[in-house]
């Protein structure tokens, strides 16, 4: 069987580069400019070579059609929700600490000139206020000569227990062909000959008891007795007057989403952030942390699948990544193309 060839930018922890593994592709090097996440690609033997350095120090022109697929996903802050509030911050392509990202993933195409690239990103890469990067993937892909197809697609309806929306790019050399979006196979019902959504109980029944020292945790720091009252699958809008509260605690999405958000065991969780909070979920339907175990299985990385660092940083690491059924399922499209 030929062992197609991915040169991983951004590669984080590994997740876009786990599924292509699974699905027969052979990452021949990754990078990223954070050292834990390159030593987690280390330390699960995901690429033959792992650089850590800012992509804009290094270049792949020895690599110049060698390569069959590149895959990756600049960082997303630019592109999130966040900065619709953090109106003190600049955003898109001129992000102060990340606006570079997006032009440097297309530098490298046009160095390696691969058959194939996978981009990946938040939602709000396609939010009307990000208009200037989308147009500038969109012309730079055609300049290079690649047919592009791309959508927001929800993880939960390809049978990730998240419902997790991400951007997804793929480019296809103009000589080869397009690339067709793999078919959804999973909904909230199960209708249409789709499977159920899977949720967070098919995936954590076994994690479902409280450690001796999560007893001692509060999550939602000073609003843990409000949140043990929050039912499953709600969060703070609970304590609204528009939620029928009598004595209402909170206005009407006063607050992020996630503030006191609780899992419901009948449903996929919501997205995993990559930032750890005391009071920002999703959390544990016992009124508890998840943990690092919890959100690997929520984000389909195996069980066996080491990630270095504190709980913080694997926390980050996990919640930044493609999910690798996702990757996986991606990969297996695009090794029909190529």
Same mark, same amino acid.
């Given at each position: 069987?030929?062992?197609?060839? $991915? ?59 060698? +390569?069959?697929? $590149? +895959? ?5 802050? %630019? ?24 032009? &440097? ?21 396609? !939010? ?5 990067? /989308? ?16 959508? $927001? ?16 790019? $793929? ?6 062909? &397009? ?8 909904? &909230? ?29 509060? %999550? ?11 039912? %499953?699958?709600?969060?703070? /809008?609970? !304590? ?9 605690? !909170? ?72 999910? %690798?059924? +996702? ?12």
């Amino acid at each position: 069987m030929k062992s197609y060839k $991915v040169i991983s930018l951004y590669a984080g922890c590994g997740g876009l580069d786990l599924g292509f593994k699974k699905a027969g592709f052979k990452t021949v090097v990754a990078t990223d400019n954070w050292g834990k996440a390159c030593e987690t690609l280390v330390e699960n033997n995901i690429a033959g070579e792992v650089i850590h350095d800012d992509i804009r120090n290094l270049s792949f022109k020895k690599y110049k059609g060698k +390569i069959d697929v $590149v +895959i990756g996903g600049p960082p997303c802050p %630019p592109y999130s929700q966040t900065r619709h509030y953090l109106t003190e911050k600049k955003k898109g392509l001129e992000d102060e600490g990340a606006g570079f990202a997006v032009p &440097e993933y297309f530098r490298v195409i046009k160095e390696v000139n691969p058959k194939v690239f996978l981009f990946e990103n938040v939602d709000g890469f396609m !939010f009307k206020t990000h208009q200037e990067a /989308l147009n500038f993937l969109i012309e730079k892909s055609d300049k290079l000569g690649y047919n592009i197809t791309y959508k $927001v697609i929800n993880t939960a309806n390809y049978g990730v227990p998240q419902t997790r929306k991400r951007f997804i790019c $793929v480019g296809v050399k103009k000589s080869i062909g &397009e690339f067709v979006f793999p078919e959804e196979t999973h909904n &909230e019902k199960g209708t249409n000959k789709k499977t159920g959504w899977v949720t967070c109980k098919d995936v954590l029944s076994d994690f479902d008891f409280i450690l001796p020292e999560e007893k001692k945790q509060k %999550p939602g720091s000073k609003d843990y007795e409000l949140l043990k009252i929050i039912p %499953p699958g709600n969060n703070y /809008l609970f !304590f609204t007057e528009k939620r029928g509260c009598k004595k209402p605690l !909170f206005k009407w999405k006063s607050r992020y989403w996630t503030f006191l958000l609780k899992l419901s065991p009948d449903r996929p969780s919501w997205t995993i952030q990559a930032s750890f909070s005391n009071n920002q979920g999703p959390f544990h339907w016992r009124n508890r942390f998840l943990r690092i175990e919890e959100i690997k299985r929520l984000q389909t990385f195996d069980d066996n699948y080491i990630l270095k660092g504190d709980f913080k940083e694997q926390w980050r690491q996990t919640g930044n990544a493609v999910p %690798p059924l +996702i990757a996986e399922i991606f990969a297996n499209k695009i090794k029909k193309i190529i």
